[in-house]
Protein backbone atom coordinates (compact mmCIF):
# COMPACT_ATOMS: atom_id res chain seq x y z
CA UNK A 1 0.00 0.00 0.00
CA UNK A 2 1.33 3.33 -0.91
CA UNK A 3 2.48 5.72 1.85
CA UNK A 4 -0.03 8.84 1.47
CA UNK A 5 2.20 12.48 1.11
CA UNK A 6 3.01 13.97 5.08
CA UNK A 7 1.19 17.11 3.39
CA UNK A 8 -0.84 17.05 0.53
CA UNK A 9 -2.48 20.92 -0.24
CA UNK A 10 -5.23 21.51 -3.60
CA UNK A 11 -6.32 24.97 -4.95
CA UNK A 12 -5.64 26.48 -1.32
CA UNK A 13 -6.68 30.24 -1.73
CA UNK A 14 -6.94 32.76 1.50
CA UNK A 15 -8.83 36.04 0.87
CA UNK A 16 -8.55 39.05 3.26
CA UNK A 17 -11.97 41.26 1.34
CA UNK A 18 -10.79 42.05 -2.19
CA UNK A 19 -7.10 41.01 -1.39
CA UNK A 20 -5.74 37.41 -2.30
CA UNK A 21 -3.08 36.48 -0.01
CA UNK A 22 -2.49 32.99 -1.24
CA UNK A 23 -4.32 31.95 -4.60
CA UNK A 24 -4.83 28.23 -5.79
CA UNK A 25 -1.09 26.52 -3.91
CA UNK A 26 -1.21 23.11 -5.06
CA UNK A 27 1.87 20.71 -3.16
CA UNK A 28 2.69 17.79 -1.63
CA UNK A 29 5.28 16.63 0.52
CA UNK A 30 6.70 13.23 0.63
CA UNK A 31 7.26 11.95 4.11
CA UNK A 32 10.35 12.64 6.04
CA UNK A 33 11.13 15.86 3.49
CA UNK A 34 12.72 19.20 4.52
CA UNK A 35 10.27 21.82 2.35
CA UNK A 36 11.31 25.40 2.34
CA UNK A 37 8.72 28.79 1.18
CA UNK A 38 10.47 30.59 -0.14
CA UNK A 39 9.86 34.54 -0.65
CA UNK A 40 9.65 38.19 -0.18
CA UNK A 41 7.49 39.92 2.91
CA UNK A 42 3.43 39.97 1.67
CA UNK A 43 4.22 36.94 -0.57
CA UNK A 44 1.65 34.88 1.25
CA UNK A 45 4.34 32.27 2.73
CA UNK A 46 3.62 32.94 6.62
CA UNK A 47 -0.58 32.72 5.15
CA UNK A 48 0.07 29.78 3.62
CA UNK A 49 1.97 28.40 6.70
CA UNK A 50 -1.12 28.97 9.12
CA UNK A 51 -3.78 27.86 6.85
CA UNK A 52 -1.72 24.60 7.37
CA UNK A 53 -1.49 25.20 11.23
CA UNK A 54 -5.22 25.65 11.25
CA UNK A 55 -4.76 29.59 12.67
CA UNK A 56 -6.42 30.94 9.45
CA UNK A 57 -8.97 29.19 7.59
CA UNK A 58 -8.93 28.94 4.16
CA UNK A 59 -11.62 30.54 1.13
CA UNK A 60 -11.08 27.46 -0.54
CA UNK A 61 -9.12 24.55 -0.70
CA UNK A 62 -8.52 21.35 1.28
CA UNK A 63 -5.23 20.50 3.53
CA UNK A 64 -4.28 16.68 3.99
CA UNK A 65 -2.01 15.29 6.46
CA UNK A 66 -0.78 11.87 6.36
CA UNK A 67 -3.93 11.26 4.09
CA UNK A 68 -6.59 12.68 6.54
CA UNK A 69 -8.90 16.00 5.77
CA UNK A 70 -8.11 18.25 8.14
CA UNK A 71 -9.10 21.53 6.70
CA UNK A 72 -12.02 21.98 9.40
CA UNK A 73 -10.05 20.46 12.40
CA UNK A 74 -9.27 23.28 15.03
CA UNK A 75 -5.30 23.54 15.72
CA UNK A 76 -5.28 21.39 18.62
CA UNK A 77 -6.32 18.42 17.23
CA UNK A 78 -4.21 18.31 13.72
CA UNK A 79 -1.27 16.35 13.60
CA UNK A 80 0.62 18.72 13.15
CA UNK A 81 3.04 21.95 15.03
CA UNK A 82 4.27 24.58 14.99
CA UNK A 83 6.85 26.99 15.89
CA UNK A 84 7.17 30.88 15.98
CA UNK A 85 9.93 33.06 15.01
CA UNK A 86 9.64 34.76 18.54
CA UNK A 87 9.71 31.43 20.19
CA UNK A 88 7.10 32.12 22.59
CA UNK A 89 9.04 30.69 25.60
CA UNK A 90 8.00 31.10 29.25
CA UNK A 91 10.46 33.69 30.96
CA UNK A 92 8.88 32.79 34.34
CA UNK A 93 8.99 28.98 33.89
CA UNK A 94 12.59 26.26 33.50
CA UNK A 95 13.76 24.89 30.11
CA UNK A 96 12.08 21.64 31.60
CA UNK A 97 8.99 23.00 32.09
CA UNK A 98 8.74 24.79 28.69
CA UNK A 99 9.43 21.42 26.68
CA UNK A 100 7.25 19.94 29.47
CA UNK A 101 4.35 22.21 28.19
CA UNK A 102 4.17 20.22 25.41
CA UNK A 103 3.23 17.31 27.04
CA UNK A 104 0.19 18.14 29.03
CA UNK A 105 -2.06 15.05 29.71
CA UNK A 106 1.07 13.03 29.53
CA UNK A 107 1.72 10.71 32.87
CA UNK A 108 4.03 12.90 35.14
CA UNK A 109 6.59 10.03 35.05
CA UNK A 110 6.81 9.32 31.06
CA UNK A 111 6.93 13.39 30.62
CA UNK A 112 9.83 13.61 32.56
CA UNK A 113 11.53 10.64 30.73
CA UNK A 114 10.28 12.34 27.60
CA UNK A 115 11.77 15.79 28.35
CA UNK A 116 15.54 14.29 29.19
CA UNK A 117 15.29 12.68 26.38
CA UNK A 118 14.60 15.83 24.19
CA UNK A 119 17.26 17.75 25.87
CA UNK A 120 19.28 15.06 24.86
CA UNK A 121 18.10 15.70 21.23
CA UNK A 122 19.17 18.82 21.17
CA UNK A 123 22.37 18.87 22.59
CA UNK A 124 20.96 21.09 26.27
CA UNK A 125 21.88 18.54 28.95
CA UNK A 126 21.68 19.81 32.38
CA UNK A 127 19.97 22.86 31.06
CA UNK A 128 16.41 21.70 32.21
CA UNK A 129 16.67 24.26 35.51
CA UNK A 130 17.74 27.27 33.47
CA UNK A 131 15.69 29.97 32.73
CA UNK A 132 15.27 31.29 29.07
CA UNK A 133 16.67 34.65 29.96
CA UNK A 134 20.06 33.02 31.09
CA UNK A 135 20.63 30.95 27.64
CA UNK A 136 21.70 32.56 24.39
CA UNK A 137 19.62 32.78 21.24
CA UNK A 138 20.60 29.70 19.51
CA UNK A 139 20.03 27.58 22.90
CA UNK A 140 16.57 29.67 23.14
CA UNK A 141 15.46 28.44 19.14
CA UNK A 142 16.90 24.79 20.65
CA UNK A 143 14.64 24.60 23.65
CA UNK A 144 11.38 25.83 21.02
CA UNK A 145 12.21 23.43 18.85
CA UNK A 146 12.21 20.98 21.45
CA UNK A 147 8.98 21.88 22.90
CA UNK A 148 7.63 21.80 19.27
CA UNK A 149 8.42 18.40 18.79
CA UNK A 150 7.76 17.08 22.33
CA UNK A 151 4.86 14.82 21.14
CA UNK A 152 6.27 13.44 17.69
CA UNK A 153 3.92 15.68 15.23
CA UNK A 154 3.51 14.09 11.61
CA UNK A 155 4.49 17.73 10.57
CA UNK A 156 6.19 20.24 11.84
CA UNK A 157 5.82 24.29 10.68
CA UNK A 158 8.76 26.56 11.07
CA UNK A 159 7.84 30.56 10.94
CA UNK A 160 11.54 32.20 10.10
CA UNK A 161 12.74 29.69 13.24
CA UNK A 162 16.47 31.99 12.76
CA UNK A 163 15.64 35.00 11.80
CA UNK A 164 16.14 36.04 15.29
CA UNK A 165 19.84 34.76 15.48
CA UNK A 166 22.86 36.94 14.00
CA UNK A 167 24.30 35.94 10.94
CA UNK A 168 27.55 33.34 12.66
CA UNK A 169 25.17 31.78 15.06
CA UNK A 170 22.26 31.53 12.02
CA UNK A 171 24.69 30.08 10.48
CA UNK A 172 25.59 26.94 12.88
CA UNK A 173 22.06 26.60 13.61
CA UNK A 174 20.95 25.15 10.23
CA UNK A 175 23.65 23.03 10.25
CA UNK A 176 22.04 21.70 13.37
CA UNK A 177 18.26 21.78 12.42
CA UNK A 178 19.16 19.89 9.56
CA UNK A 179 20.93 17.25 11.14
CA UNK A 180 18.04 17.21 13.37
CA UNK A 181 15.11 17.04 11.00
CA UNK A 182 17.17 13.77 9.32
CA UNK A 183 17.31 12.07 12.66
CA UNK A 184 13.94 12.69 13.40
CA UNK A 185 12.40 11.74 10.16
CA UNK A 186 9.69 14.07 10.49
CA UNK A 187 8.75 16.42 7.64
CA UNK A 188 9.35 20.27 8.37
CA UNK A 189 7.82 23.33 6.52
CA UNK A 190 10.16 25.65 6.77
CA UNK A 191 9.40 29.24 6.15
CA UNK A 192 12.11 31.89 5.08
CA UNK A 193 12.64 35.32 3.31
CA UNK A 194 16.96 34.15 2.76
CA UNK A 195 17.96 32.33 -0.16
CA UNK A 196 20.82 31.16 1.23
CA UNK A 197 19.03 29.57 4.31
CA UNK A 198 16.94 27.76 2.05
CA UNK A 199 19.31 26.41 -0.30
CA UNK A 200 21.36 25.16 2.63
CA UNK A 201 18.21 23.57 4.43
CA UNK A 202 15.74 22.13 1.72
CA UNK A 203 15.48 19.29 -0.24
CA UNK A 204 12.99 21.22 -2.11
CA UNK A 205 12.22 24.60 -2.39
CA UNK A 206 9.35 26.46 -3.08
CA UNK A 207 9.12 29.89 -4.71
CA UNK A 208 6.11 32.26 -3.81
CA UNK A 209 5.31 35.64 -5.82
CA UNK A 210 2.02 37.23 -4.64
CA UNK A 211 0.42 34.41 -3.09
CA UNK A 212 1.10 31.73 -5.84
CA UNK A 213 3.52 28.93 -6.26
CA UNK A 214 5.48 29.65 -9.32
CA UNK A 215 8.48 27.36 -8.99
CA UNK A 216 9.27 24.17 -6.79
CA UNK A 217 12.26 22.14 -7.27
CA UNK A 218 15.89 20.68 -5.68
CA UNK A 219 17.88 23.95 -4.83
CA UNK A 220 20.54 22.97 -7.40
CA UNK A 221 17.66 22.84 -10.48
CA UNK A 222 15.87 26.23 -9.14
CA UNK A 223 19.38 27.69 -9.29
CA UNK A 224 20.89 26.48 -12.57
CA UNK A 225 16.95 26.50 -14.09
CA UNK A 226 14.72 29.34 -12.98
CA UNK A 227 11.50 29.39 -14.29
CA UNK A 228 11.33 33.17 -14.71
CA UNK A 229 13.48 36.56 -13.89
CA UNK A 230 11.62 37.02 -10.43
CA UNK A 231 13.07 33.17 -9.73
CA UNK A 232 16.33 33.75 -10.89
CA UNK A 233 17.33 37.05 -8.94
CA UNK A 234 15.54 35.95 -6.02
CA UNK A 235 17.72 32.96 -5.38
CA UNK A 236 21.20 35.09 -6.31
CA UNK A 237 22.91 36.96 -8.34
CA UNK A 238 22.11 36.84 -12.32
CA UNK A 239 23.40 38.53 -15.03
CA UNK A 240 20.28 39.63 -18.11
CA UNK A 241 21.02 39.82 -21.32
CA UNK A 242 18.46 40.94 -23.20
CA UNK A 243 18.25 39.63 -26.67
CA UNK A 244 15.70 38.04 -29.27
CA UNK A 245 15.54 34.70 -29.68
CA UNK A 246 16.61 33.07 -32.68
CA UNK A 247 16.63 29.04 -34.32
CA UNK A 248 16.70 26.08 -32.38
CA UNK A 249 20.23 24.53 -32.05
CA UNK A 250 21.45 21.61 -30.03
CA UNK A 251 18.77 19.60 -28.16
CA UNK A 252 17.13 21.78 -25.74
CA UNK A 253 19.11 25.00 -26.94
CA UNK A 254 18.13 27.82 -28.70
CA UNK A 255 20.75 31.09 -30.24
CA UNK A 256 19.68 34.57 -29.19
CA UNK A 257 20.82 37.37 -30.91
CA UNK A 258 21.78 39.99 -28.68
CA UNK A 259 23.35 43.46 -29.07
CA UNK A 260 26.40 42.39 -28.53
CA UNK A 261 26.64 38.89 -30.94
CA UNK A 262 24.88 35.55 -30.82
CA UNK A 263 24.82 33.50 -27.74
CA UNK A 264 23.44 29.81 -27.08
CA UNK A 265 21.89 28.72 -24.26
CA UNK A 266 18.87 26.21 -22.68
CA UNK A 267 15.46 26.98 -23.47
CA UNK A 268 12.47 25.90 -21.32
CA UNK A 269 8.91 25.95 -22.33
CA UNK A 270 7.20 27.40 -26.01
CA UNK A 271 8.45 30.67 -27.22
CA UNK A 272 7.94 32.18 -30.71
CA UNK A 273 11.31 33.01 -32.60
CA UNK A 274 11.84 36.73 -32.54
CA UNK A 275 10.46 37.25 -29.24
CA UNK A 276 11.93 39.12 -26.52
CA UNK A 277 13.96 37.30 -24.23
CA UNK A 278 16.70 37.57 -21.70
CA UNK A 279 19.80 35.29 -21.18
CA UNK A 280 20.42 34.17 -17.92
CA UNK A 281 23.71 33.50 -16.36
CA UNK A 282 25.25 33.16 -13.02
CA UNK A 283 28.54 35.36 -11.91
CA UNK A 284 30.08 32.02 -11.37
CA UNK A 285 29.40 30.77 -14.89
CA UNK A 286 30.78 33.47 -16.73
CA UNK A 287 34.04 32.50 -17.97
CA UNK A 288 37.07 35.37 -19.02
CA UNK A 289 39.07 34.85 -22.04
CA UNK A 290 39.42 35.16 -25.81
CA UNK A 291 35.45 33.98 -26.84
CA UNK A 292 32.37 35.64 -26.04
CA UNK A 293 30.91 39.02 -25.40
CA UNK A 294 33.45 42.06 -25.60
CA UNK A 295 34.00 44.02 -22.19
CA UNK A 296 35.89 46.03 -20.60
CA UNK A 297 36.69 44.73 -16.56
CA UNK A 298 35.72 48.07 -14.68
CA UNK A 299 36.23 46.64 -11.07
CA UNK A 300 37.84 44.03 -9.48
CA UNK A 301 37.58 42.92 -5.58
CA UNK A 302 39.24 40.61 -3.90
CA UNK A 303 36.72 38.90 -1.43
CA UNK A 304 38.93 36.03 -0.01
CA UNK A 305 37.46 32.66 -1.59
CA UNK A 306 36.96 34.55 -5.08
CA UNK A 307 37.05 37.79 -7.12
CA UNK A 308 34.28 39.27 -8.18
CA UNK A 309 34.79 41.24 -11.34
CA UNK A 310 32.27 44.37 -12.87
CA UNK A 311 32.42 43.50 -16.71
CA UNK A 312 31.21 46.76 -18.91
CA UNK A 313 29.66 45.85 -22.49
CA UNK A 314 29.79 48.22 -25.30
CA UNK A 315 26.39 49.58 -24.59
CA UNK A 316 26.96 50.44 -21.14
CA UNK A 317 25.22 47.09 -19.78
CA UNK A 318 27.43 45.58 -16.86
CA UNK A 319 27.80 41.89 -15.89
CA UNK A 320 29.14 40.62 -12.81
CA UNK A 321 31.83 37.56 -12.76
CA UNK A 322 32.89 35.45 -9.86
CA UNK A 323 36.37 33.07 -9.97
CA UNK A 324 38.60 32.17 -8.02
CA UNK A 325 41.73 34.19 -6.52
CA UNK A 326 44.50 34.45 -8.19
CA UNK A 327 45.64 35.72 -11.64
CA UNK A 328 43.16 37.13 -14.04
CA UNK A 329 42.78 40.46 -15.96
CA UNK A 330 42.70 43.60 -13.57
CA UNK A 331 40.59 46.87 -13.60
CA UNK A 332 40.63 48.32 -17.24
CA UNK A 333 41.42 44.89 -19.40
CA UNK A 334 40.04 44.41 -22.57
CA UNK A 335 38.56 40.75 -22.55
CA UNK A 336 36.26 38.62 -23.75
CA UNK A 337 33.05 36.56 -21.63
CA UNK A 338 31.54 33.66 -22.48
CA UNK A 339 29.73 30.71 -21.08
CA UNK A 340 28.81 27.19 -22.00
CA UNK A 341 25.23 26.83 -22.99
CA UNK A 342 23.84 24.46 -20.51
CA UNK A 343 25.06 27.11 -18.07
CA UNK A 344 23.02 29.62 -19.32
CA UNK A 345 18.99 29.38 -19.50
CA UNK A 346 16.69 31.91 -21.79
CA UNK A 347 13.76 32.90 -20.04
CA UNK A 348 10.60 35.70 -21.19
CA UNK A 349 11.63 38.74 -21.06
Do not use: W
Amino acid sequence: MAVPPSLRIRGLVKRFGSHVAVDGVELELVPGEFFCLLGPSGCGKSTLLRMIAGFEAPSEGIVEVGGADITALPPHRRPVNMMFQAYALFPHMSVAANIAYGLKGMPKARAVERVAELLRLVRLEGFGDRRPDTLSGGQRQRVALARAIAREPGLLLLDEPLGALDRGLREETQGELRTLQRRLGTSFVVVTHDPEEAMMLADRIGVMERGRLVQVGPPAALYRRPASRYVAGLLGDVNLIPGRLGPAGAVGTRAVVTAHGTVTAQADGVLAEGAQVVVAVRPESLVLGERGLAAVVEDATFLGDRIRRVLRLPDGTALRASGPPGGGPERGAAIRAGFAPADAVILPA
